[in-house]
């Protein structure tokens, strides 16, 4: 992803749009017992777009809003989404661009990483919250929508950085494979 001012006051809106109707939205929706976590997939998206630099920063700006705007452990949220955008980021660059299905998958083990590594997050900081199934059932409906919800989210995340991809500019020329070499 090339990063120019405009794509960087893009993506600082995308993120305080996301965060407000996370907060706003879809924390209040209830599906089988949980919330969309949107948030989380929009930073999904630009790892997986972007890279391992891009998901980062992205995910701890989100993530530290979040904090400010739900008034939680600060910086909880921010690791979380951190992490999360990294290892997104990290998909991105070692494995190149992903596929359809792998985008679902990634959806759902991304949002179940984020969910595991906030209740930790928060059984080290001694938050007082009742341990239970409901949170193990919570955490696994969660990444059920966020496999379901990811292609969607990633195809909105990708209009708005659309101009700053390198591997979908328009009247960019993929170089041609190399041809074998024939012998004899």
């Known amino acids: 992803m090339i990063l120019t001012s405009g794509?960087?006051?893009?993506l600082a809106v995308l993120g305080a749009l996301v965060a407000v109707a996370q907060v706003v939205c879809f924390s209040k929706m209830d599906v089988f017992g949980t919330s969309p976590d949107v948030a989380l997939l929009v930073v999904i998206s630009v790892g997986l777009l972007g890279g391992s630099l891009s998901g980062a920063v992205?995910?701890?700006?989100?993530?530290?809003?979040?904090?400010?705007?739900?008034l939680e452990t600060m910086g909880a949220f921010a690791l979380t989404m951190l992490s999360v955008g990294y290892v997104a980021g990290r998909y991105r660059e070692t494995?190149?661009?992903?596929?359809?299905?792998?985008?679902?998958?990634?959806g759902g083990s991304l949002t179940l990483l984020g969910a595991v590594v906030i209740a930790a997050i928060q059984i080290g900081t001694g938050i007082d919250a009742n341990v239970s199934f409901l949170v193990?059932?919570?955490?696994?409906?969660?990444?059920?929508?966020?496999a379901l919800l990811a292609i969607p989210v990633l195809w909105t995340v990708r209009l708005v950085v659309r101009s700053a991809l390198v591997d979908e500019r328009r009247g960019a020329r993929r170089t041609p494979a190399p041809r074998p070499v024939e012998s004899g």
């Open 58 to 70: 992205t995910g701890f700006s989100i993530g530290l809003l979040l904090d400010c705007l739900l």
């Open 95 to 106: 494995l190149g661009r992903p596929t359809r299905a792998a985008v679902v998958l990634l």
């Open 136 to 146: 193990v059932r919570d955490a696994v409906v969660k990444s059920l929508i966020g």
């Open 7 to 10: 794509i960087i006051a893009r």
